[in-house]
């Protein structure tokens, strides 16, 4: 029972962790339409940033600092970059975002190496916020969740009940239209795009104090988060959320069972028939190959997501 | 409702406008002029330049040569977001309402732009009082209010098209485009819709395209008719119905 607790607890932090990333994904792909390949580098970036930050402002100073400086870079690559090829079409903007992801994880290399930086939890932060069973449960993990949910009910109460949420979901339905009321709507959706990746910076500012903050980090995720948007459906942050908790929850179970596929062979009597290579792998090792399985599952049986009222 | 701002002088003015794409000439040298409170109709054989016409002026494309004066003020060549915060609205030929939203809350985003409050974060003070009110003044002279609530998506067509025309007043601007505002109608519909359109842009100035004699003849106190990319006539409805330049226009008097 408590390692059951564990490992959903542990899922449900590693599900919010993928959620922050997502959530910006969700108002730069999901609702503008921008196919940002690069959005897990802002990410990565945001790391990076509270690290360097961090050692004169202190770390929730440094949090700050990684979430407005990642968001100006999303700023910049917006109006100096992807605003250049939008007309083009989304295959210019994958290209053009695809050829981002590997320059910033190029020159982050060159500035930091490519090995981890020393990117801690502050010693005030590291105690035990509960214990279950034998297994202490970090506080700092607890604040990541909480990050997590504070950006979902942020972003969630900005678009729904806030003017500029009403002109955004308004500019992201009929762009001519807004622009006819009045409304400058490229400076909306330059302004939507530095949202999205500031809280990607602030979602690797978090995180990269707990995972190692490498170059890495973009990989990591990268695709993760595309799944996660997909799977949701366009454009929902509930969706979104509800997407990454899934995937979450399914990876630290799938990570936890011990069995091999030959033992799911023999209970079905099956043994003779599998290849002995496949006996010996364990079910674990499938677990990043879940999220993937289930995107496949869900654009076959709901192409449109969990929450997405849009293919 | 706000009355227009009153002032001297043409709402707007066309000053030898023309629009060239590639080698091919679709307007050549247009003059035209609206005064205050005039209804003016812009009708036209199919590919006459009504709708490039129409596009230069709402500022979709810049003319190749000419003068567009909206008051006082050149705007030709005009992104269309300024183009309205200068007074100048405009509906689609195809409906743009937001689906996704309450009719109130379309309407409002449209009143909330005439008070320039694009980026105020927080809905308190005076000015969004004003702007509450206001939307729900205007949506009582639409005789809405029974649709107030309800999502745009779930709305009639005609229903969508008069909330078009409520969002296209309400940002209280001195001149009115409509782009064919019964295109898709029934006949029993658009003669509703131009009496909707009457009574919504009463003391404004209109400039508006369409296809429709009906609504035309309804509506219009002034006509242009555009041929060959140039202006053949403007006058009175009487006036064009019985010019026999402009029945050599239309085919032999196939006035549709």
Same mark, same amino acid.
């Given at each position: ?252 179970? #799938? $990570?936890?069972?011990? *069995?091999?596929? +030959?033992? /799911?062979?023999? %209970? @079905?009597? !099956?043994?003779? &028939? ?5 006996? #010996? $792998?364990?079910?674990? *090792?499938?677990? +990043?190959? /879940?999220?993937? %399985? @289930?995107? !496949?599952?869900? &654009? ?12 | ?256």
């Amino acid at each position: 029972m408590d390692a059951f607790l564990v490992a959903l607890l542990n899922g449900l932090v590693y599900g919010l962790l993928v959620f922050m990333v997502s959530a910006g994904l969700t108002l730069v792909f999901g609702m503008m339409g921008v196919l940002n390949f690069a959005h897990a580098s802002f990410y990565m970036l945001g790391a990076y940033a509270a690290f360097l930050s961090g050692r004169y402002v202190g770390f929730w100073g440094g949090l700050v600092v990684a979430t407005l400086a990642v968001g100006l870079v999303g700023l910049f690559s917006e109006r100096l970059l992807l605003r250049k090829v939008r007309s083009f079409g989304h295959t210019q903007e994958l290209l053009l975002t695809y050829g981002l992801f590997f320059m910033i994880e190029e020159v982050v290399k060159l500035l930091f190496g490519p090995t981890p930086v020393a990117y801690r939890v502050p010693d005030e932060l590291r105690f035990t916020a509960f214990t279950i069973g034998n297994s202490q449960f970090p506080f700092f993990r607890l604040l990541m969740g909480a990050t997590a949910l504070v950006m979902f009910f942020g972003t969630f109460a900005a678009l729904r009940f806030t003017r500029i949420g009403l002109i955004v979901r308004a500019a992201v339905e009929r762009p001519q239209m807004v622009s006819a009321l009045g409304h400058n709507v490229p400076i909306v959706f330059s302004g939507l795009f530095a949202v999205g990746s500031a809280l990607a910076g602030l979602a690797g500012a978090v995180a990269g104090m707990y995972y190692p903050t490498s170059p890495a980090m973009a990989h990591e995720l990268g695709s993760i988060v595309f799944v996660v948007v997909v799977i949701g459906g366009l454009g929902s942050l509930n969706g979104a959320l509800a997407a990454s908790l899934l995937i979450g929850v399914m990876t630290s179970f #799938a $990570v936890g069972i011990e *069995s091999t596929f +030959g033992d /799911l062979f023999r %209970a @079905l009597g !099956l043994s003779g &028939l599998a290849l002995p290579g496949l006996e #010996a $792998v364990q079910f674990s *090792s499938i677990a +990043g190959v /879940l999220p993937y %399985a @289930l995107m !496949l599952f869900v &654009l076959l049986w709901r192409p449109a997501g969990f929450a997405g009222n849009r293919a | 409702m706000t009355a227009p701002a009153s002032g001297q002088g043409p709402v707007l003015v066309l000053e030898n406008v023309a629009k060239r794409f590639g080698p091919i000439e679709v307007l050549a040298g247009i003059n035209l002029q609206l005064n205050r409170g005039e209804k003016r109709a812009l009708i036209g054989p199919n590919g006459a330049g009504k709708s490039t016409l129409f596009n230069l002026v709402s500022g979709r494309f810049a003319p190749s040569s000419g003068v567009i004066r909206l008051g006082e003020r050149r705007i030709d060549g005009m992104p269309a977001h300024q183009l309205n915060r200068m007074g100048l609205s405009r509906s689609f030929q195809i409906t743009q309402v937001f689906g996704g939203m309450s009719l109130y809350e379309n309407i409002y985003m449209a009143v909330m732009s005439r008070y320039g409050k694009r980026w105020s974060f927080l809905r308190t003070g005076r000015v969004w009082r004003d702007i509450a009110e206001q939307t729900r003044e205007l949506i009582a002279y639409a005789q809405l209010t029974s649709l107030a609530d309800r999502q745009a998506s779930t709305l009639a067509y005609s229903e969508q098209r008069a909330l078009e025309i409520c969002m296209t007043v309400a940002t209280g601007p001195d001149l009115i485009l409509l782009d064919e505002p019964t295109s898709g109608m029934s006949r029993a519909e658009a003669a509703n819709m131009v009496a909707f359109i009457g009574r919504m842009t009463q003391g404004r100035t209109l400039l508006m395209v369409e296809h429709d004699m009906d609504v035309v003849f309804g509506l219009a106190d002034t006509i242009s008719v555009l041929s060959q990319g140039q202006i053949l006539a403007t006058g009175t409805p009487a006036a064009i119905r019985d010019d026999t330049r402009v029945q050599d226009a239309y085919l032999g008097g196939n006035v549709h």
